[in-house]
């Protein structure tokens, strides 16, 4: 009975889609939505055409006998207990020649369902299982990421200058992650790429960076209110680590299991080495606004290391400079730790 309700349903879907000319798709577990096998609309639509031929031609045959009920005149109650014998008997008669048929649901639904997974009408076992082991490969792919992070300065000397009149910090990032999962089970990837950081150092107090006639940095306090004090520092990163996801193994039939790699909970802890694109020194007082693209004794050269929660496409993050913000003598032993939140573009 079960088996004849789904039968009834698919027919009824596939008849309406057919006699009405507009086009059917059906929605699976999928990466994106796929479209009905062409093999699977063939013999649905055949299958339709078949009943509905069955049901036409019993109709007519009810009506002819109904018209004649007709004519007997008949009381209500005796011509409404020959109307249902009729209809029941042709209701019979349709059934039976419908199970006539021999219409392969299982079968039918079988073809459709690796269809789905495939998009094709795979022919033979060997075949369905080459095609599943090419879809659900390991994943190998370069995607894009957004970032961003509040950063603060740290070191392990008494505050200086720099520590007692910073203010607000940032890094904004954005970049290319290459993503290298070990095998198609594996819960470890390599994960590389190629970044573009932005990083702004904020000074509040009025305070400002200069230099000396010796290129020596240091702050000092404006003749007037300043609404922007900044040193922004550009810089090409690229980081090298490695992944973890806890993702369950999921099977995709023929013996075939794959680890979803970009869906789930995920753990990622990288290194990274940069180089010093520019640096912009921006001040905006009471004699407008001044950028000064020069030499503020930036390091050059950053590196450090980066732990990264994430959940599908969205992740947390702390990152932390080995390197000194500054070099040489310059606010001596400030590094850079930022904590962030990023945004995967899989």
Do not use: H
């Not at 013996?255 to 290194?271: L, M, P, S």
């Amino acid at each position: 009975m079960i088996k004849k309700f789904v039968m009834m349903g698919l027919v009824c879907l596939f008849s309406s889609s057919f006699y009405g000319q507009k086009g059917l798709n059906i929605n699976l577990a999928s990466k994106k939505d796929t479209e009905v096998s062409p093999i699977v609309k063939d013999k649905i639509e055949e299958y339709a055409t078949q009943i509905n031929a069955i049901i036409q031609e019993e109709k007519k045959l009810m009506e002819t006998e109904l018209l004649a009920l007709q004519t007997k005149n008949l009381e209500k109650g005796e011509f409404d207990k020959e109307k249902a014998q009729i209809a029941d008997r042709y209701s019979e008669k349709i059934d039976k020649r419908i199970e006539e048929l021999g219409f392969d649901l299982d079968g039918v639904i079988q073809k459709q369902v690796r269809y789905s997974l495939l998009n094709t009408d795979a022919a033979s076992k060997e075949e369905l299982k080459e095609k599943l082991l090419k879809k659900f490969r390991p994943a190998r792919s370069i995607t894009g990421y957004f970032s961003y992070g509040i950063m603060t300065l740290t070191n392990d000397l008494s505050d200086n200058a720099l520590d007692k009149n910073i203010g607000y910090s940032n890094n904004l990032e954005f970049g290319l992650k290459l993503n290298y999962q070990l095998s198609r089970t594996s819960p470890w990837a390599i994960t590389s790429g190629l970044g573009f950081s932005w990083r702004t150092v904020r000074l509040d107090n009025n305070m400002f960076f200069t230099k000396n006639a010796n290129n020596e940095v240091y702050l000092e306090k404006a003749g007037g209110d300043l609404s922007k004090s900044k040193l922004r520092t550009g810089y090409i990163i690229v980081p090298l680590g490695v992944q973890y996801n806890f993702s369950k193994l999921k099977n995709a039939g023929m013996d075939v299991q794959y680890r979803r790699f970009y869906n789930g909970f995920k753990i990622g802890a990288n290194v990274y080495g940069g180089a010093r694109m520019s640096t912009n020194n921006i001040i905006d007082g009471n004699d407008g606004e001044l950028r000064n693209r020069e030499n503020y004794q930036v390091n050059p050269y950053i590196y450090g290391a980066q732990l990264t929660f994430s959940y599908n496409s969205i992740s947390v993050f702390v990152k932390k400079d080995f390197s000194n913000f500054f070099k040489d003598s310059a606010f001596k032993n400030d590094k850079a730790l930022i904590f962030g939140i990023a945004i995967g573009l899989e």
